[in-house]
C-alpha cells in the first residue's frame, strides 16, 4: 500500500455515511454533521495513526489526512452562499464524488 495521498487538491469526495449505531461498538473520528456530504479536498495533510485504532489500543496504520471545504448553509441550514467550513478527515472516510 503506497503512503501517497489517493485525492489531489480539487478533488470532489463524499464522506461515507457510516454510524456506529449501523456497525457496532467503534470510534468514529469523523464529525456527524459532514456524514454523506460532498465537499472539495483542499490539501492533503500527510499521514498519522489511525485515531480510530489507537482508541482501541490497537495496531494502528497510518491514514492520509485531508482538509475538506464544504458548503456551509446545506450542513447547518444557516449562513449565505459562499459560507464554507473546513474539516480534518482522514482518506479512509473518503470517496470519489
Known amino acids: 500500500?503506497?503512503?501517497?495521498?489517493?485525492?489531489?487538491p480539487g478533488a470532489q469526495v463524499r464522506v461515507k455515511?457510516?454510524?456506529?449505531?449501523?456497525r457496532?461498538?467503534?470510534h468514529i473520528r469523523t464529525p456527524h454533521y459532514i456524514r454523506g456530504r460532498t465537499g472539495t479536498v483542499v490539501r492533503?495533510?500527510?499521514?498519522?495513526?489511525?485515531?480510530?485504532d489507537l482508541a482501541f489500543a490497537r495496531p494502528a496504520p497510518k491514514r492520509t489526512l485531508y482538509h475538506?471545504?464544504?458548503?456551509q448553509p446545506p450542513i447547518w441550514n444557516e449562513g449565505k452562499p459562499g459560507d464554507t467550513v473546513m474539516v480534518e478527515v482522514f482518506e479512509h472516510w473518503l470517496e470519489r464524488a
Open 68 to 71: 475538506v471545504l464544504f458548503e
Open 17 to 22: 455515511d457510516d454510524w456506529p449505531e449501523r
Open 44 to 52: 492533503p495533510l500527510g499521514a498519522f495513526a489511525n485515531p480510530e
Open 24 to 26: 457496532g461498538p467503534c
Open 1 to 8: 500500500m503506497s503512503d501517497a495521498p489517493i485525492f489531489a
